[in-house]
C-alpha cells in the first residue's frame, strides 16, 4: 500500500489541486493535525481518521507509516506544499519498506503573492524564523545572505508567542541591505476565506501585529506599489 | 471584466488547482504561448485564442489587457506558478484600469520535488540561471549568497543553447559551499507524463545532458540519499 503525503495547499478548497482531492478521496486513512480536518471535512466522512495537535508531527508520521504498513492507502496531509517544511521529510526520514508519494500543492508564499500582486516574481529566499528545529544563528545567516543578494524574502512562521522577538532581530539584520520604503506585504491566513491583506514599507512593520498564520514578503531593491499592489519587475535593467 | 493571471502548474492536469480549472473555464478569451494550449486543450474549445511563440511575452501581456478593457473575461496562462518568473508581474507593470486577480499554482521546484522525495523541506533560494533580463554578475552574487547561507538551491532555466556555460560557470561559484558528495536532484518535463528524474551528486552532474526544461535541485549541507531518495531532514540538530 502507499503512504500519500499531501500538501492541500493554503486552506481553501479552489487552491487545492486535483490530486490532492482524489488522493485524499481514496484512501482508506486520513492522518492529520486536528485543525486541518476542517478543510476537508466532506472528502473524509468514510474513513478512518487519526489526528492530534500540536507537536505532535512526529506521532502523526509514525501512525502514517503504520497504517500503510498494515495495508491500507493513507494520506497524511500537510498545508501548502508537503516538502517544504512539511510532512515530507519526517516520513522519508522515518520509512523503511513501503511505497510514498509526495502529492505537491501551492505554499503559502505563492499564495500570498497572488494576493498583494506580483511581488515574488524573481529570484526568492524562502526561510522560516522557527528556531524550534534550526539554529537561531543559522537563521539569522541566511537572512543576511538573503539580504544581501538582493532577493525577495518570503518569511515563513515569523512570530509566536514562545519567540515574540525572532522577528524583530531578524529585520535588523536585513535592515543594512533594504531601504526603509522598501515594500513589504504581511498577510495572514492566505487563501482563506477570512485572510487579510497589507501592504506597508520596510520601516512601519506593525511586528506585533504578526502571527504564526501571517507569511510576510518582502521585496528586493527593485520591488515597488502601483494602484496598492506590490510588485517586483521581472527585467532588472528595464527599471 | 477581469484579467487573470493562470499558473497552470508544471503541466499535466492532476497538478492544476480547481481554481485554475474553473478560471480557464469561466474565461471568454484565452492567452498562451502556443505550447501551453496543449495543456488545457479541452477546457478551451470554445474559447477566443491569442496565442505566439517565444519571446512573445510583452504582445501576449498587451494583447490580454487589450481584451480584458474590451470587456471580455481573459486569462493569460502561466506554467508553474504565474507570480514567478511567470505573467503577473509584466501585467502588473503594464496594466491600468482593469481588474487583475492572480490564480496561484505549483511552481516547478516543488513538482520537482515530489517527484525526488523530500529534497527541499527547509529553508531554500529560487534562482533563474536566465540573464536575458537579470544582470549575469546579480545572478551570480546570488548563487554565492545561498551557497554561503546553506540554502537548499532549486535553478530554473539552467541551462539553453544561447547560454551553454551559465549552469557551469554557477556550478563554479557555488562549488566553495557544497562537498562533492552533496545529493543534487535533476528533474526535466517535471509533472509530465515524459518526466525523467535523475539523482547525482554535486562532483558528477552531467551539464552537456540539461536544458531549459531541467530543474536543479541542489542539497544543503545536510541533505542525504536514501533508497534513492534524496532528503533535507527537517531538523538541524537532529542528524
Chains 1, 2 share one sequence.
Not at 519567540?163 to 491566513?189: S, Y
Amino acid at each position: 500500500m502507499t503512504l500519500y503525503i499531501v500538501g492541500i495547499g493554503p486552506g481553501g478548497r479552489e487552491n487545492m489541486t486535483l490530486k490532492a482531492i482524489e488522493t485524499i478521496k481514496k484512501c482508506e486513512v486520513i492522518v492529520a493535525y486536528t485543525p486541518y480536518l476542517n478543510y476537508i471535512e466532506d472528502l473524509i466522512e468514510d474513513k478512518e481518521i487519526f489526528s492530534n495537535g500540536m507537536r505532535g508531527e512526529i506521532e502523526r508520521c509514525k501512525k502514517a507509516v503504520e497504517f500503510a504498513k498494515s495495508g491500507k492507502d493513507t494520506a497524511i496531509i500537510s498545508t501548502g506544499d508537503a516538502g517544504l517544511y512539511g510532512m515530507a521529510g519526517p516520513i522519508y526520514e522515518l520509512a523503511e519498506d513501503i511505497d510514498i508519494e509526495v502529492v505537491p500543492g501551492v505554499t503559502a508564499a505563492f499564495s500570498a503573492a497572488s494576493e498583494l500582486g506580483a511581488p515574488i516574481m524573481h529570484d526568492c529566499a524562502l526561510i522560516s524564523l522557527s528556531d524550534l528545529l534550526t539554529p537561531w544563528d543559522l537563521i539569522l545567516k541566511r537572512i543576511k545572505m538573503a539580504g544581501e543578494g538582493d532577493f525577495v524574502i518570503a518569511l515563513y512562521n515569523p512570530r509566536s508567542k514562545g519567540r515574540p522577538d525572532n522577528l524583530k532581530e531578524a529585520l535588523e539584520v536585513l535592515h543594512p541591505f533594504r531601504d526603509d520604503a522598501t515594500p513589504v506585504g504581511i498577510v495572514r491566513n492566505s487563501g482563506r476565506d477570512d485572510k487579510t491583506v497589507k501592504l506597508v514599507t520596510f520601516d512601519t512593520i506593525p511586528i506585533e501585529e504578526i502571527d504564526m498564520k501571517t507569511v510576510l514578503i518582502i521585496g528586493n531593491s527593485k520591488t515597488y506599489i502601483k494602484d496598492h499592489k506590490m510588485i517586483t519587475p521581472r527585467g532588472y535593467e528595464n527599471k
